[in-house]
Nanobody, 115 residues
């Protein structure tokens, strides 16, 4: 079975940094595009960014220039480096993959940014 497990969330002050990790199992990680999403309190889930099997990234305008997605295929892990964090970045962050025409999500990890 496909499984995604996020880690690395926590509480930081505005301007600080966090690095989230998502470790995958149950599929051939190296050939899949991975996505990061987030859902803040009272808000809809939104796309943060994606990374293709070849390492090409795409980001939402709200995080462009501050967040960086990378992957380590040997470890079946995708990362989300978050710098210059703002209170509006507070959310539960999820990783995502489409495998065998099914959408798979991790359990999420909480990021809280105080001013």
């Amino acid at each position: 079975q496909v499984q995604l497990v996020e880690s690395g969330g926590g509480s930081v002050q505005a301007g600080g940094s966090l690095r989230l990790s998502c470790t995958a199992s149950g599929f051939i990680f190296s050939v899949n595009t991975m996505g990061w999403y987030r859902q803040g309190p009272g808000k809809q889930r939104e796309l943060v960014g994606t990374i293709t099997s070849g390492g090409r990234t795409n980001y939402a305008d709200s995080v462009k220039g501050r967040f960086t997605i990378s992957r380590d295929n040997a470890k079946s892990t995708v990362y989300l480096q978050m710098n210059s964090l703002k209170p509006e970045d507070t959310a539960v962050y999820y990783c995502n993959v489409q495998v065998r025409r099914q959408e798979v999500w991790g359990q999420g990890t909480q990021v809280t940014v105080s001013r």
